[in-house]
C-alpha cells in the first residue's frame, strides 16, 4: 500500500502591528508556531512561518522570544519579511495582522487608524519591485475608510492576486448547527452582538452577511444603512425596522436559552463610552430584503443570528461560538481558509464579503458621530455569489459541545 504523501509545508510571513498575549498576532501566528490548540490537540497547519515584521514593541511583546524559539527571521522592513532582504519573493503567501498597538482614533468617528492599508500598500511594492505576487490574507476589516478598502480589492484584482480578508466568527462553531441552503428566500434576518461599536460590530456584520449571502441569487449589494441609538432603537422596532420576534429567537439559542429578551432596555444600558453603547444597524438591501444587526453593549455577552425563511412559521437561527479560556481556536480556521487559498489558487471565500461589510461599518461609524440617522450608499450597490468553502468544509459541528 502506497504511502500518502503529505503536503509540503508552504512558507509564509506575517506582518504585525503587536504581538502580545491575546492579541490577534497571538491567537493567529502563534498557531502557526504551536498548532491549532483546539479541543485537546494541537494538529498544525501546513504552513512555516519564517519571518515577521512587527511595527510595535509592546509590553508584554513576546515576538522576540517565539522568533529565537522557532527561529522565524524578525524583520525591519515589510520588504525584508516577504523577500529576506533579497530581490525575490521567499514566501507563498503573506498574514497581515494590522490589530491592536497604539494607534490613533479618527477626529469625528473615533475609528482606529491601524495601519492596513499601509502594510498591503508595503507589500505591493515588493511584488512590483520583484515581479512575483502571492496571496495575502488581511485580518478582520480591510480599512477603517471605505476607500482604502476598495483600494486594496481593486489592486488585488488588477494585479491577480488572492485577498482573503475578514472575521473568525463566519468559520466559528454555530449552535444548533445551521447551513442555510443556496437560493433560500429570506423574508427577514437579525443578528445579535455586542461590546465595542467598531470593533465588535465588524465580527457582527460578518457573522450576519455570511448567512444572508446564501439566499436566492446571492449578495445583491445594500442601497441604504441606518442606525438607530438610545430611544431610537426601540423605536425602529416598533416601525418594523427589526424583528423583536427574531431577537428573541436569537436570543433563544445562546448559552442558558436566556427568553428575558424584554430586560434589555437600550435606553438604561449601562455603557462605558460612546463606542460601546447599544445601537442597531440596519440595512435596506438591493434586491429589497431588510436585514438588521442589534449591538446590546454588554447584554449578549455573544454572537447569534435568526432569519425567516419564506413559507416557514418557525424561525431559523444560531449561536456563534467563540473558544475562550487563553485558547481561541475558533482562529484557527482563518489559517485552514488562507493554506487553502494558497493551495487552490483562488480565495476560500469572496473578499467581497468583507469589502461590503466594511463598507457599511465605516458607514455606520460615521451615522453614530453624528447621533443616528440613515443615508443611501450607492457605493455597497454591488452583488457577489458566496462559496461553500466556509462553513461546510470542516467538520465544525464534531469539534466542541455546547457545554464544553
Not at 43 to 50: Q, S
Not at 54 to 83: F, N, P
Not at 211 to 228: D, K, L, N
Not at 376 to 387: K, Q, V
Amino acid at each position: 500500500m502506497a504511502t500518502p504523501q503529505v503536503p509540503e509545508t508552504l512558507p509564509v510571513t506575517a506582518l504585525i502591528t503587536a504581538y502580545y498575549p491575546v492579541s490577534h498576532a497571538d491567537v493567529i501566528v502563534s498557531k502557526i508556531l504551536e498548532g491549532y490548540q483546539r479541543n485537546g490537540e494541537a494538529p498544525r497547519p501546513g504552513l512555516r512561518l519564517v519571518s515577521m515584521y512587527v511595527e510595535q514593541s509592546h509590553e508584554h511583546d513576546i515576538s522576540k522570544e517565539l522568533a529565537e524559539r522557532y527561529g522565524v527571521r524578525l524583520c525591519k522592513t515589510i520588504d525584508e519579511a516577504i523577500t529576506l532582504g533579497t530581490n525575490k519573493v521567499q514566501v507563498a503567501g503573506i498574514l497581515s495582522i494590522a490589530e491592536h498597538g497604539d494607534y490613533p482614533l479618527t477626529p469625528d468617528t473615533q475609528q482606529k487608524m491601524y495601519p492596513r492599508r499601509r502594510f498591503f500598500d508595503d507589500a505591493v511594492e515588493t511584488f512590483e519591485r520583484c515581479n512575483v505576487v502571492v496571496p495575502f490574507f488581511n485580518d478582520k476589516h480591510l480599512g477603517y475608510r471605505w476607500e482604502d478598502a476598495q483600494g486594496m480589492v481593486e489592486t488585488a484584482r488588477q494585479m491577480k492576486f488572492s485577498l482573503l480578508a475578514g472575521s473568525s466568527l463566519p468559520l466559528t462553531w454555530r449552535f444548533p448547527i445551521l447551513e442555510l441552503p443556496r437560493d433560500c428566500q429570506i423574508e427577514s434576518a437579525l443578528t445579535i452582538g455586542y461590546g465595542p461599536l467598531e470593533d465588535y460590530g465588524f465580527h457582527a456584520l460578518e457573522a450576519h452577511q455570511c448567512m444572508v449571502e446564501r439566499r436566492i441569487g446571492g449578495e445583491a449589494g445594500i442601497r441604504e444603512v441606518q442606525v438607530a441609538i438610545g430611544k431610537d432603537i426601540r423605536e425602529t422596532q416598533r416601525a418594523g425596522a427589526w424583528s423583536s420576534e427574531l431577537f428573541a429567537a436569537a436570543r433563544s439559542v445562546m448559552p442558558g436559552n436566556p427568553t428575558d429578551t424584554e430586560a434589555w432596555d437600550p435606553v438604561t444600558t449601562e455603557f462605558v463610552d460612546g463606542r460601546h453603547q447599544p445601537a442597531a444597524y440596519l440595512m435596506k438591501h438591493t434586491d429589497g430584503l431588510r436585514s438588521a444587526v442589534i449591538m446590546t453593549a454588554g447584554f449578549s455577552g455573544g454572537f447569534a443570528f435568526a432569519c425567516k425563511l419564506k413559507g416557514e412559521n418557525t424561525a431559523r437561527a444560531c449561536w456563534f461560538k467563540l473558544q475562550e479560556g487563553g485558547v481561541f481556536g475558533h482562529f484557527s480556521y482563518l489559517l485552514e481558509a488562507f493554506e487553502a487559498t494558497i493551495r487552490d489558487g483562488h480565495t476560500a471565500y469572496p473578499v467581497e464579503r468583507t469589502l461590503l461589510t466594511t463598507g457599511v461599518l465605516d458607514r455606520c461609524m460615521s451615522l453614530i458621530a453624528e447621533g443616528g440617522g440613515k443615508c443611501a450608499s450607492p457605493e455597497l450597490e454591488f452583488g457577489y455569489t458566496p462559496e461553500d468553502w466556509s462553513f461546510s468544509n470542516h467538520p465544525n459541528s464534531k469539534l466542541l459541545l455546547p457545554h464544553e
